[in-house]
T-cell receptor
Framework: AQSVAQPEDQVNVAEGNPLTVKCTYS??????LFWYVQYPNRGLQFLLK??????LVKGSYGFEAEFNKSQTSFHLKKPSALVSDSALYFC?????????????FGKGTSLLVTP | NAGVTQTPKFQVLKTGQSMTLQCAQD?????MYWYRQDPGMGLRLIYY???????DKGEVPNGYNVSRLNKREFSLRLESAAPSQTSVYFC?????????????FGDGTRLSIL
């Protein structure tokens, strides 16, 4: 079964510092990996995806993610955090076609950026 | 551009009552999904519809039914609500194809069952 794990419930970082939100995956075959962000009382917003190609993927709002096959990781990064980046972040892996390409989500990591 | 629209946004039910959560998308997507979000558990798939006219169970289908009314609309029904179904419910849609496109989410229905 496809799955992802987010080992940190919460990440705290000061504004202007780099941030990393961790994600590891377990799949059979090549993974399709996604990051989403959720602001309070809102739905999930797509940030970026890895399907194939370059291991460094760039996405919305200055976020990027590094795919590492040997470490089975897909960590989300941003060089300089903003207070407005404070939100709940989800890593997800795509199911196979016979499961409708649904997403399997991690439990989420709450990011708090302090001024 | 509305994207994915869910109604209602909030609902309080009593145990045993029934209700239908509505979802509509205007992006001409083939696939639609219902997830539930519970604290500390991420999102879990309830049902999905890979294309108009088909529906399939996800990870947590018990106590729910779905209807893919047409290409735009995918509803979720609770026949006899239970407190364990208190959750935030999200509908999502996706173009389909080879699974390399992101899913688009509505803003959710916050359901409380007393």
């Amino acid at each position: 079964a496809q799955s992802v794990a987010q080992p940190e419930d919460q990440v705290n970082v000061a504004e202007g510092n780099p941030l990393t939100v961790k994600c590891t995956y377990s799949v059979s075959g090549n993974p399709y990996l996604f990051w989403y962000v959720q602001y309070p009382n809102r739905g999930l917003q797509f940030l970026l995806k890895y399907i194939t190609g370059d291991n460094l993927v760039k996405g919305s709002y200055g976020f990027e993610a590094e795919f590492n096959k040997s470490q089975t990781s897909f960590h989300l990064k941003k060089p300089s955090a903003l207070v407005s980046d404070s939100a709940l972040y989800f890593c997800a892996v795509r199911d196979p076609p016979d499961s409708g390409y649904a997403l399997n989500f991690g439990k989420g990591t709450s990011l708090l950026v302090t001024p | 551009n509305a994207g994915v629209t869910q109604t209602p946004k909030f609902q309080v039910l009593k145990t045993g009552q029934s209700m239908t959560l509505q979802c509509a998308q205007d992006m001409n997507h083939n696939s639609m999904y219902w997830y539930r979000q519970d604290p500390g558990m991420g999102l879990r798939l309830i049902y999905y519809s890979a294309s108009e006219g088909t529906t399939d169970k996800g990870e947590v289908p018990n106590g729910y039914n779905v209807s893919r009314l047409n290409k735009r609309e995918f509803s979720l029904r609770l026949e006899s609500a239970a407190p364990s179904q208190t959750s935030v419910y999200f509908c999502a849609s996706q173009w389909g194809g080879q699974g390399n496109q992101p899913q688009h989410f509505g803003d959710g229905t916050r359901l409380s069952i007393l």
